[in-house]
């Protein structure tokens, strides 16, 4: 794969009938039982402060991360997901450093999110944000995972 296959976007309202079903298929393949419903998943996107990055490769969707301002300083990372074939590959850096970056540029100081224990991303999240972490929660039940949650507050 080279790097210039690859494209992100800031999400577009007016792109929405053409890009919903390939984001809700990558939101159902990576979350199965847990994604969010049809219904749930069009009304974050319909949210007006949302913001989102679209990963493209050689222009077909392949990842999407989503959120919203959790405080006037603060942006809560809902989710992120890659299609299964292209995991792995530091993917969600990419996407989540494009993110950083528009978020910053709105005025943005803080990212927060929650990431899975038992699937190790807690500990993906630890060793690639490091000491930019400056809260870290107790591990949690979820209603949208099978394990444990920690929830992180990182300085952008």
Same mark, same amino acid.
């Given at each position: 794969?080279? =790097?210039?296959? $690859?494209?992100? !976007?800031?999400?577009?309202?007016k792109d929405w009938s053409k890009i919903s079903k390939p984001l809700f298929e990558i939101e159902k393949e990576c979350f199965l039982d847990l994604?969010? !419903?049809? =219904?749930? $998943?069009?009304?974050?996107? !319909?949210?007006?402060?949302?913001?989102?990055v679209i990963l493209k490769y050689k222009n077909n969707i392949i990842g999407f991360s989503f959120g919203f301002p959790s405080s006037d300083d603060s942006f809560f990372i809902y989710d992120t997901a890659i299609k299964k074939e292209f995991q792995g590959k530091g993917l969600v850096s990419f996407i989540m450093n494009f993110l950083e970056k528009k978020l910053s540029e709105d005025g943005y100081k803080y990212i927060e999110r929650e990431a899975e224990v038992d699937n190790g991303y807690a500990d993906k999240i630890r060793r690639h944000y490091?000491?930019? #972490?400056? =809260? =870290?929660? #107790?591990?949690?039940?979820?209603?949208? !995972?099978?394990?444990?949650?920690?929830? $992180?507050?990182?300085? #952008?």
């Open positions: 794969m080279n =790097e210039k296959d $690859f494209n992100l !976007s800031i999400f577009n309202r994604s969010f !419903s049809w =219904e749930d $998943f069009c009304n974050y996107f !319909s949210n007006l402060k949302i913001i989102a490091g000491k930019r #972490i400056i =809260e =870290e929660g #107790i591990p949690h039940n979820s209603i949208y !995972s099978k394990g444990k949650q920690v929830f $992180f507050k990182i300085k #952008i």
